[in-house]
């Protein structure tokens, strides 16, 4: 949720810059001289400053999702170890409890060899 909460935000900035390009561009159209130059000059600020805006918010989501990315792999890895080792761990206790861990292991879907047949 808070990526689009962050979305509606960077939709509401956007909007207010629009906004005050509009209003400055209206503003031009009724102005001359020196005072129009002067509101040209501040419409391409703020076109210049938007465009950096963007490109800093497009790098940073970047960024962002090649940690996720990173973060997902770790997880999905350390899940698959946890995974090895609870079948282990359930394999010695079936061994133990004398339930036959090989045939167990078998039907369980042990596929690293360990078990012996």
């Given at each position: 949720?808070?990526?689009?909460?962050?979305?509606?935000?960077g939709?509401?900035?956007?909007?207010?810059?629009?906004?005050?390009?509009?209003?400055?561009?209206?503003?031009?159209?009724?102005?001359?001289?020196?005072?129009?130059?002067?509101?040209?000059?501040?419409?391409?600020?703020?076109?210049?400053?938007?465009?950096?805006?963007?490109?800093?918010?497009?790098?940073?989501?970047?960024?962002?999702?090649?940690?996720l990315?990173?973060?997902?792999?770790?997880?999905?890895?350390?899940?698959?170890?946890?995974?090895?080792?609870?079948?282990?761990?359930?394999?010695?206790?079936?061994?133990?409890?004398?339930?036959?861990?090989?045939?167990?292991?078998?039907?369980?879907?042990?596929?690293?060899?360990?078990?012996?047949?």
């Open positions: 949720m808070e990526a689009s909460g962050g979305d509606q935000e939709q509401g900035l956007v909007g207010n810059l629009q906004k005050a390009l509009d209003d400055l561009r209206e503003a031009a159209d009724n102005a001359t001289g020196d005072v129009r130059s002067q509101i040209d000059s501040a419409v391409e600020q703020l076109k210049e400053a938007t465009n950096t805006a963007a490109s800093r918010a497009s790098e940073g989501a970047s960024d962002l999702r090649g940690q990315d990173s973060v997902r792999d770790w997880i999905q890895s350390a899940t698959a170890d946890l995974i090895e080792e609870l079948q282990k761990e359930i394999d010695k206790r079936r061994e133990q409890l004398g339930l036959g861990g090989a045939a167990a292991s078998d039907d369980a879907g042990d596929s690293d060899g360990s078990s012996s047949s």
